[in-house]
T-cell receptor, first 115, second 110 residues
């Protein structure tokens, strides 16, 4: 079974520029999550999708971050404009249906550096 | 106060030692408890998944949950250099939104 795929692996941009990340979940997984992991910290949930609908985006900085999951499969996360504090690894995870008894499986992330 | 507290280490042990990793938490509503292993420049890999209190064993790994004390543990027996990684505890009320600890860096020396 192929795992969660993310691209690009690394991205370097200047502050105030925009950037987008892409995620392809495990085949058949209805639930998709985006997490932000700042160096030295554990991942923090940004947004959760169930199929193509948003379940939880309470911790997403909506003035600069946006995410979509068209057709309930792939997802993109965008930052516009980027700030220095957005330097982090952005992890995508998926699970079959979400909720209890449904472990989340993570991709290897996109490492974002803001200059 | 953070919802989940985890000693960042690093924890350095000789090969073959028993390793004990721990997390404490403040939210009594947490029901799902997980341990993830994260190698450098890789994503978290699920090691153990438990619901409510009790013990769970899988090979060299044992997870314990004590909800009365709001304390969870991961034990690694016969530790190997390949176990060197960051270990993240994670918890959830519903099984959806995971709240992670900061991670403990483990180094197993041969």
């Amino acid at each position: 079974e192929a795992g969660v795929a993310q691209s690009p692996r690394y991205k370097i941009i200047e502050k105030r520029q925009s950037v987008a990340f892409w995620c392809n979940p495990i085949s058949g997984h209805a639930t998709l999550y985006w997490y932000q992991q700042i160096l030295g910290q554990g991942p923090k949930l940004l947004i959760q999708f169930q199929n193509n609908g948003v379940v939880d985006d309470s911790q997403l900085p909506k003035d600069r971050f946006s995410a979509e999951r068209l057709k309930g499969v792939d997802s993109t996360l965008k930052i516009q404009p980027a700030k220095l504090e957005d330097s982090a690894v952005y992890l995508c995870a998926s699970s079959p249906q979400g909720g209890g008894g449904q472990p989340q499986h993570f991709g290897d992330g996109t490492r974002l550096s803001i200059l | 106060q953070k919802e989940v507290e985890q000693d960042p280490g690093p924890l350095s042990v000789p090969e073959g030692a028993i390793v004990s990793l721990n997390c404490t938490y403040s939210n009594s509503a947490f029901q799902y408890f997980m341990w993830y292993r994260q190698y450098s420049r890789k994503g978290p890999e699920l090691l153990m998944y438990t619901y409510s209190s009790g013990n769970k064993e899988d090979g060299r790994f044992t997870a314990q949950v004590d909800k009365s004390s709001k304390y969870i543990s991961l034990f690694i027996r016969d530790s190997q250099p390949s176990d060197s990684a960051t270990y993240l505890c994670a918890m959830s009320v519903t099984g959806n939104k995971l709240v992670f600890g900061a991670g403990t860096i483990l180094r197993v020396k041969s």
